[in-house]
């Protein structure tokens, strides 16, 4: 017979468990959103995300996806997290209209539990690597081949169809909502978010751990947004913005070194030519592009010191414009510039260096006018007689000791030859304009 405290205890225990399970106070799920093109911003928000779902002991977390797909490396990195989370990871494609393109049929196979809302598609898994085009077909083909045993063998970890995921590498097939529940793609095709978290509760999964049973029905949702230096990161990582920090650091760099001493077009160049160069490292470059880019603006800037016409011009606009459509390698839109960046950049760049650049290059040309420098050539009146020893003259609305070669009585025009510190050198221009009189004089006999 049961002890009367053992009784009590068993009792207690049960009462805190009902207790427990009738108020949900004890399982919250974490909620995080995934769209874009996958980059490592991309990367970094997911694992964060797991981390912090791990250290709160959250029930799971659910990765609302909509994504046209990204780069492989990124993709690969964010699946290695999931795999290895020991919090169950839920990825729901939505809202209505959204899409787990590309790398995004990777990320929804590596799922705990795969949900798609109405009005959703999935499919076309062919992610991009970084580095640029591929080089051959045979390389093409080792690639596709890596691509198909990859998300082969994530699909066979999670009991979903292997089969069509290599469709969706080798012949780029996409699936609805419907369609994916029926073709055991994914799990689940809910309209909300609070619908898949009651339709998820009770299912068990694996985890690093072992099993867990998904406990979701009442739990408390909390939203995690981006930090703030992901979404920085995330939109300097955009081709188009990365793009126009690199022209707007040329910009900054060459007005320096044309004019130097300006300082702040240079600090400011090379600070957006810098993040431009980090934003860039992590889309595939193609370095015919960028050499092509680079070409065209040495033709702009050769065109301010060789007269041709207009052909330096209209080759680096030329050069500049094709460059900068083959600068991003990638048959996917969303990872190349768009040519409304690129036409109004080129017209830019060319503007910039005809008229600013230009402008400078002919004001360093000019004479100067100011200081002691500016003095020379200027004319004025002798005050005092002037000769080889002292005397002083009227120049430029000031009195000035000056010295000259030949005696220069008072009040005669005079101009400046040299300026020796606080003291010109002079010469009278009656005495000029006789010798040059005289000059012409014998020249015509």
Wanted: net charge negative; aromatic share 6%.
């Amino acid at each position: 017979m049961m002890k009367p405290s053992r009784i009590l205890s068993c009792m207690l225990l049960a009462v805190t468990l009902a207790w427990t399970d009738a108020t949900g106070a004890a399982t919250r799920v974490d909620v995080i959103k995934l769209t874009g093109p996958i980059g490592p911003v991309s990367v970094q928000h997911v694992s964060a995300a797991i981390e912090r779902a791990e250290d709160d002991r959250s029930e799971c977390l659910v990765i609302m996806l909509d994504t046209p797909g990204g780069l492989l490396e990124s993709t690969q990195l964010i699946i290695k997290d999931m795999l290895a989370s020991n919090v169950p990871v839920v990825v729901y494609v939505a809202p209505s209209g959204a899409g787990a393109g590309s790398a995004g049929v990777f990320i929804t196979m590596s799922a705990h539990v795969a949900a798609m809302a109405p009005g959703t598609s999935i499919g076309a898994a062919s992610p991009v690597g970084i580095g640029g085009a591929v080089a051959d077909s045979t390389m093409q083909e080792k690639i596709e081949n890596f691509s198909v045993s990859y998300i082969r063998s994530i699909a066979d970890k999670h009991g979903r169809n292997a089969d069509w995921a290599e469709q969706a590498v080798r012949k780029s097939v996409a699936l609805t909502d419907r369609e994916a529940v029926e073709q055991n793609v994914v799990e689940l095709n809910v309209a909300t978010l609070d619908s898949l978290l009651v339709q998820i509760d009770g299912t068990v999964v694996e985890v690093r751990e072992g099993s867990r049973v998904l406990r979701t029905k009442d739990a408390e949702v909390q939203i995690r947004e981006m930090n703030w230096n992901h979404r920085v990161l995330n939109v300097l990582s955009n081709p188009n913005i990365a793009y126009l920090l690199m022209m707007l650091g040329f910009y900054g760099l060459i007005y320096e070194f044309i004019n130097p001493g300006a300082i702040f077009p240079g600090v400011v160049g090379g600070m957006c030519v810098i993040i431009g160069l980090f934003a860039l490292q992590t889309l595939p470059i193609n370095y015919a592009g960028l050499l092509l880019l680079l070409l065209g603006l040495g033709l702009f800037v050769t065109e301010l010191f060789l007269v041709s016409g207009g052909l330096l011009t209209l080759g680096g606009a030329v050069a500049f414009t094709i460059g900068s459509m083959m600068l991003i390698d990638s048959p996917y839109p969303y990872l190349r510039i768009s040519l409304y960046a690129i036409i109004p950049a080129v017209i830019a760049t060319g503007a910039f260096v005809l008229f600013a650049v230009g402008y400078a290059l002919k004001a360093q040309k000019r004479p100067t006018t100011t200081g002691s420098q500016g003095l020379i050539g200027e004319t004025g009146r002798a005050r005092t007689a002037v000769d080889a020893r002292s005397g002083k003259v009227f120049v430029h609305g000031e009195y000035w000791f000056a010295t000259s070669d030949a005696p220069i009585e008072p009040d005669t025009p005079i101009r400046v030859l040299k300026v020796n510190g606080l003291r010109l050198q002079v010469e009278s221009l009656d005495s000029s304009a006789d010798a040059t009189k005289q000059g012409e004089d014998s020249h015509g006999v």
